[in-house]
């Protein structure tokens, strides 16, 4: 259940402490960077699902606890979670290549294997865009540079197929939960507001300091959100999760989402997980806000008359 959970939290740490980190390579001045690696260690669990998709699997020696897709990944050597790699464990493994993001976490963990002679890839996967970036700076340090560009073009053709499917949807306030106890929510300045906004919908909470802010009851219904979507705790127990969902979102009778049936739990790993599977994230949010398929604007509506 942590695992899961931990999918939206690590970006959550992530964007307190990297604001101006960029994809790197850490290397010492004393090796010779290697093109093509052969024995790569994962730190992350999107950044496991990327080396699969670029056919690196028969490299990838070992990763961390939480990296659970493709099924595959359950078979390789663990060396801790995301939130606590276990430096012991990666040295053992012998890598030539460890690739990390840049959380606080990792960082520590990155810097002492770059001081202990390891080849290190700190990699910042915030937004969508550095997730193009970070499939390409993978490409570059593993030499398998046109598989990463097929792969950016691939997921960007989805990603654009399916966001001109919905840019003229009616535009819903769409309500992303972090966590219901207390509430918290994401912001405008995050990733899942990228998502909501592909997909026709509009974040129903405005600007605010905090990426992933509390709020208050007050705020909650003041914000009128029409849609709530709360990633679950873990893949398990779903459907278990969504009567919870429900049960828990009846305090608050007179918020749109919850008169109108309108809340859904849904698969934290799909949606959360910055990497390969984006589209399925995007297609997830889209049968929520739109489970009937995209209503058109009224073209006749004030706003729109030209």
Known sequence: MIIAFASLAVFICISQYSNKTQNKVLKPNSIDFPKRPNRIVSLAPNLTEILFALG??????????????????????????FWQPNTEAIIAAKPDLVITLSSEQQKAVANSLQRLGYTVSVLKIEKIDDLWSAIQAIGTVTGCKRKANELVEYLKNQVNE?????????????LWVVQPEPLRVAGR???VNELIDMMGGENAVGSTIAQYPQIGSEELLVCGAEVVI??????????????????????YPNLPAVKNNRIYVVNPDIVLRLG????????????????????????NSAWNIR
């Open 162 to 174: 399916l966001k001109n499917k919905y840019s003229f949807a009616n535009k819903l306030k769409v």
């Open 56 to 81: 690196l699997d028969k490299k990838i020696i070992a990763v961390s606890s939480d990296s659970d897709f493709p099924p595959e990944a359950a078979n390789k050597k663990k060396i801790g979670t």
């Open 230 to 251: 709360q990633a679950a705790m873990s893949e398990a127990n779903i459907h278990q999760q969504q009567k919870a969902a429900e049960a828990f979102w009846m305090r």
């Open 276 to 299: 390969p599977r984006l589209p399925q994230g995007l297609k997830t949010i889209a049968n929520c806000l739109h489970p009937t398929g995209p209503v058109k604007r009224d073209t």
């Open 189 to 191: 300045n995050t990733f």
